[in-house]
């Protein structure tokens, strides 16, 4: 009897392991915009003088950043208007800690007009962990 409890149990792990992944780059196109979460050496690649916004809290800003990026708290109840001063034709380049606030910013930032979004898959650990540069 216990032999036939194995397998569907792993089956059910492997399924369930395999379905949560949804975190790999990826690119999105919407009704609005194109949504791309890109890995770090993409991101760096096609940064360039491009706008780049970190999108975590002014603490975690002032603790280190990417160099050239501005800080527009994403839990700021006026985000999107902080954001509106910024032109929605040019791409833009957003990241947070670990790539979840970026994930749903991205999609409001779409909805809002914005049709270039790089958003960067792992946020700024990835980025560390990828040994590229941080200022404080």
Same mark, same amino acid.
């Given at each position: 009897?216990?032999?036939?409890?194995?397998?569907?149990?792993?089956?059910?792990?492997?399924?369930?392991?395999?379905?949560? *992944?949804? $975190?790999?780059?990826?690119?999105?196109?919407?009704?609005?915009?194109?949504?791309?979460?890109?890995?770090?050496?993409?991101?760096?690649?096609?940064?360039?003088?491009?706008?780049?916004?970190?999108?975590?809290?002014?603490?975690?800003?002032?603790?280190?950043?990417?160099?050239?990026?501005?800080?527009?708290?994403?839990?700021?109840?006026?985000?999107?208007?902080?954001?509106?001063?910024?032109?929605? $034709?040019?791409?833009?380049?957003?990241?947070?800690?670990?790539?979840?606030?970026?994930? $749903?910013? $991205?999609?409001?930032?779409? *909805?809002?007009?914005?049709?270039?979004?790089?958003?960067?898959?792992?946020?700024?650990?990835?980025?560390?962990?990828?040994?590229?540069?941080?200022?404080?």
């Amino acid at each position: 009897m216990k032999k036939y409890l194995k397998l569907p149990f792993i089956v059910l792990v492997t399924f369930i392991a395999f379905s949560c *992944n949804n $975190s790999k780059p990826s690119k999105t196109v919407t009704q609005n915009g194109e949504i791309n979460r890109v890995t770090p050496q993409d991101f760096n690649s096609k940064l360039d003088d491009n706008i780049l916004i970190d999108i975590r809290t002014p603490r975690e800003f002032e603790q280190g950043h990417l160099e050239g990026a501005v800080n527009v708290n994403y839990f700021d109840k006026a985000f999107l208007t902080q954001m509106a001063k910024y032109d929605k $034709s040019k791409a833009i380049f957003i990241y947070c800690r670990s790539g979840s606030r970026t994930s $749903s910013a $991205s999609k409001k930032l779409a *909805n809002a007009g914005f049709t270039l979004i790089y958003d960067l898959h792992g946020g700024i650990s990835n980025w560390h962990k990828n040994k590229f540069k941080i200022v404080k």
